[in-house]
Every structure is written in C-alpha cells, then in structure tokens.
C-alpha cells in the first residue's frame, strides 16, 4: 500500500510537472516536444556542461526546461550554420547566449539608449581631410601599438556605452602618453548623470566624453567594476586619465570612419539584435545583424582578409567567450552608407 501511494505521489507531480512546462512551452511559443525531459540525454548533458561553464542558474525547473529546448535549438542552428555556411567568411559557435530566444536576440538592449545626441556633426572633423585610401595605411591594429587594454565583460549590466567610450580614452590615452592604463566603466556607471546616461539603464559614448571632460576618470583598480550600479558616486581624488573633448565623425561615411581609426581607438553604435551576431564565433562577419542600433563597441583597427574582404576589428565587452576573444572582424566598406550593423551611423572619439 505505501509503494502504491509513493507511486501515485509520483504521478501526480510528474503530471503536474508536465503540465506546468507545456503551459510555459504554450506561453513561448514551443511544443511540448521542445520540452519533455529525457528526450535527448546528449543534449541535457551538454546543455548541463554549459551551464556550469557560464554560471547560468534558472529560478524553477519549467524555466530550465524551457531553456534547454532553445539550447537544442541553437546548438543545431551553430552546427547547421557551420556544417552549410561555406563562402559566407564567418562561423558560429555555441556562447555564453545560447539559451536565449530569437526573439530575445531581437529585444535585448545591451546599454545604447534613443536620447537626444550632445554634438550635432558638421561634417568637419580632425581628420577629415586625411579621408583618401592612398594616404591612410591599409592595415591597422592598435593593439598591436599597445593601446588597447584587455577585453572586458559588462555582463548583466546595460553599460556597452561605458565599455565603448572607456576604451577609446584608454586608446588616446596611451597614444599621447606611452601608457596603456585600464581606466573604470564603473565611475561612468555611478557618476556620469548630469549628462543623461543612466547607468546600468542605457547611455551614449558621446554623453560619456562629456563627463571625462570634465573630470577625467580614475584607474579599474582605484573604482573596480561591479556589474551594477551602486547608487552612489565615489570620485577619486585624481584622475588617472583626462580628454579636453571630443568629435564626432561624420555619420554615415565609412571612408570618413577610416580615417579616424587610422589616427585613435574610436567608439561607435551598431545593431547587434541577431542571431547571428550573438552567436558570433569567429571570420568577417557579413550577417544580419537587426534593424536598430542597441549596443556600442570600440573599432580598434582594420585590415583586409585573405580573400579580400575588408573589415574593422571592433573590441566587445562580453568577454573573452565571445567572438574571436572578445573581438569581432566586421565587413567594411558595405554597400550600405550606414556600415554593415550600422556601426558608421555615429562614431565619436575622445581628444586630448
């Protein structure tokens, strides 16, 4: 009799269980396919070994299931892209982003806010009369100048903004210095609001150029980054690093963009709302990328591919998993006036 009531308790909540990750499957748009336990033990074991490598935790076991099913579901789109993406220069690989939905991909607004931009270009910038092929070089890599600090990672925090305008001070900084110094995103995060970036809630490089204008930020050991804001602001007693402003690139201009990277690290906004972006692994990439800008990253270079593409080398702030260590290698010189992804829509950079 108590083995027939443990089983029945068994049942039951094994129905209830069921019925719990069909109504969430419903309310995500899957089949109950898409989430019965047990279905392909592989897939569970590499789903759980991914897991413990990203630190994911899911607050009930219906969400877990739910995101496994997009786990199975990515990981087949990266092996498919892979396996039939010959001549398309780029791959995929299975990220840090991998449980997350199409739609998510689409949605998600990694820190780039629709405010009101600070400089209205003119069409003049510092380097605007330097915008032929033949007088820039044909490749550049700051980081092999040693102005580039290691890549970061913003994580849960919507602050690329921070990250963007971060590394091209630290670009300019060692540029006129010699010294390559990782300055704090986090004295962004807490300080910079008077210009109207909001912190772990959105903002522009080009509001964060403002700020260090006028008071310079400290180093990442003196103000560490914390992922979040912490509702205070903590200035240094000296800045670690100064600009004296900051110019906007003419939008629009991919040649004008050219020859800015050729002269500094230069922060710029780019759609990164696809699939394909997030699951970027490696190659020039030439997909689809969404149809708004949400996030911003730093150009730190360009060069040409064997097979001749051109691309930009844009440092991410997702860290190391991402990309090609951080990095991604993005087709230039688009038929787009806008730069593939958008990224030539409004790039600004700090002076000093």
Same mark, same amino acid.
């Given at each position: 009799m108590a083995s027939f009531t443990c089983c029945g308790q068994c049942l039951w909540v094994g129905?209830?269980?069921?019925?719990?990750?069909?109504?969430?499957?419903?309310?995500?748009?899957? =089949?109950?396919?898409? !989430? !019965?336990?047990?279905?392909?033990?592989?897939?569970?074991?590499?789903?759980? @070994?991914? %897991?413990?490598?990203?630190?994911? =935790?899911?607050?009930?076991?219906?969400?877990?299931?739910?995101?496994?099913?997009?786990?199975?579901?990515? !990981? #087949?789109?990266?092996?498919?892209?892979?396996?039939?993406?010959?001549?398309?220069?780029?791959?995929? =690989?299975?990220?840090?982003?991998?449980?997350?939905?199409? #739609?998510?991909?689409?949605?998600?607004?990694?820190?780039?806010?629709?405010?009101?931009?600070?400089?209205?270009?003119?069409?003049?910038?510092?380097?605007?009369?330097?915008?032929s092929d033949q007088d820039l070089p044909s490749y550049k890599d700051w980081r092999e100048e040693g102005a580039v600090t290691e890549v970061k990672n913003q994580r849960s925090c919507g602050c690329c903004w921070a990250f963007a305008a971060v590394a091209a001070t630290e670009g300019i900084t060692q540029i006129q210095t010699g010294k390559l110094i990782s300055l704090s995103e986090q004295q962004l995060v807490d300080c910079d609001t008077a210009t109207g970036n909001q912190g772990c809630d959105g903002g522009l490089a080009a509001r964060?150029? /403002?700020? %260090?204008?006028?008071?310079?930020?400290?180093?990442?050991?003196?103000?560490?980054?914390?992922?979040?804001?912490?509702?205070?602001?903590? /200035?240094?007693?000296?800045?670690?690093?100064? %600009? =004296?402003?900051?110019? %906007? !690139?003419?939008?629009?201009?991919?040649?004008?963009?050219?020859?800015?990277?050729?002269? @500094?690290?230069?922060?710029?906004?780019?759609?990164?709302?696809?699939?394909?972006?997030?699951?970027y692994g490696g190659g020039v990439f030439t997909g689809g990328c969404g149809s708004q800008t949400n996030h911003a990253v730093t150009i730190v270079g360009y060069g040409t591919a064997a097979d001749g593409i051109k691309y930009w080398i844009a440092k991410n702030s997702w860290g190391t998993d991402w990309g090609e260590d951080g990095y991604m290698r993005i087709q230039r010189d688009s038929e787009d006036e806008r730069g593939i992804c958008l990224l030539a829509t409004y790039p600004s950079y700090p002076v000093a």
């Open positions: 129905t209830l269980l069921l019925c719990l990750m069909a109504s969430y499957a419903a309310s995500r748009h899957l =089949t109950p396919a898409d !989430v !019965v336990p047990g279905e392909d033990m592989s897939m569970e074991e590499r789903h759980k @070994q991914w %897991i413990a490598r990203h630190g994911r =935790t899911y607050k009930d076991e219906a969400e877990k299931m739910h995101r496994l099913a997009l786990f199975r579901r990515n !990981v #087949e789109y990266v092996e498919s892209f892979n396996r039939d993406g010959g001549g398309r220069g780029y791959k995929l =690989t299975v990220n840090q982003f991998a449980d997350l939905s199409e #739609e998510e991909f689409t949605t998600s607004n990694y820190g780039l806010r629709s405010l009101a931009d600070v400089t209205a270009p003119t069409g003049a910038f510092s380097y605007s009369n330097n915008i964060a150029f /403002l700020y %260090i204008e006028s008071n310079g930020l400290t180093t990442e050991d003196e103000y560490p980054y914390q992922a979040e804001a912490s509702g205070r602001c903590a /200035l240094a007693s000296s800045a670690a690093a100064t %600009i =004296t402003g900051h110019e %906007i !690139v003419t939008p629009n201009n991919e040649q004008a963009l050219l020859s800015a990277v050729a002269q @500094q690290p230069v922060a710029v906004r780019i759609a990164a709302g696809s699939q394909d972006f997030h699951l």
